[in-house]
């Protein structure tokens, strides 16, 4: 599986886009880009996933770049309760899907 | 709602003791998986099933024991809990195909061994 790079941590104000980075420059043909993200003393929650087209639903939008080799998680209006760890997850879809959860990015909403 | 539940949010063990997790899920799903998360460490996979009876050893599975006697529980246990298993273990569930990728997690339960 291709290894991802992220932000240990970042910071937004509250209701203005947080723009989530994501590097993974080994990512073969047949990888997928998930987003999963963790609120403090929950489990994790899926966000949205993607192979090559941008993708947007009622969470995020992510943009992933021609090459592949990067990707962007977009809250386009981030509120307190997007205060979580994110994750962002290079895998190959299988039936029986374990997906590796690095150490992610801690995003802070500040009011 | 798909839901996820796990027995206990917190449990206090004593070294060497059998302790069982368990997990159960109601919406039908195939796959079900055990992780435990430690600071710094994120997420580990300890072991998933695919099916009833099946199961696949993940990236941690020293230690740790699991069943699946049926459809929608998923049961870890530690044949002898030692210290260095205190951590918070997650269990989650996800459909076979599609959409596998989608796993949906239980709220975790942080275990204590002493």
């Known amino acids: 599986d291709a290894k991802t790079t992220q932000p240990t941590s970042m910071d937004c104000a509250e209701g203005r886009a947080a723009n989530l980075p994501c590097n993974h420059s080994?990512?073969?043909?047949?990888?997928?880009v998930y987003w999963y993200r963790q609120i403090h003393s929950q489990g994790p929650q899926y966000i949205i996933h993607?192979?090559?087209n941008n993708e947007t639903n009622e969470m995020a939008s992510l943009i992933i770049t021609e090459d592949r080799k990067s990707s962007t998680l977009i809250l386009p209006h981030a509120t307190l309760r997007d205060t979580a760890v994110y994750y962002c997850i290079v895998r190959v879809e299988t039936g029986a899907n374990n997906l590796f959860f690095g150490t992610g990015t801690r995003l802070t909403v500040i009011p | 709602d798909v839901k996820v539940t796990q027995s206990s949010r917190y449990l206090v063990k004593r070294t060497g003791e059998k302790v069982f997790l368990e997990c159960v899920q109601d919406?039908?799903?195939?796959?079900m998986f055990w992780y435990r998360q430690d600071p710094g460490l994120g997420l580990r996979l300890i072991y998933f099933s695919y099916d009833v009876k099946m199961k696949e050893k993940g990236d941690i599975p020293e230690g740790y024991s699991v069943s699946r006697e049926k459809k929608e529980r998923f049961s870890l246990i530690l044949e002898s809990a030692s210290t260095n298993q205190t951590s918070m273990y997650l269990c989650?569930?996800?459909?076979?195909?599609?959409?596998?990728?989608?796993?949906?997690f239980g709220p975790g339960t942080r275990l204590t061994v002493t």
């Open positions: 080994t990512i073969s043909g047949n990888e997928y």
């Open positions: 919406m039908d799903h195939e796959n």
């Open positions: 993607g192979l090559k």
């Open positions: 989650a569930s996800s459909l076979l195909f599609p959409n596998s990728y989608e796993q949906y």
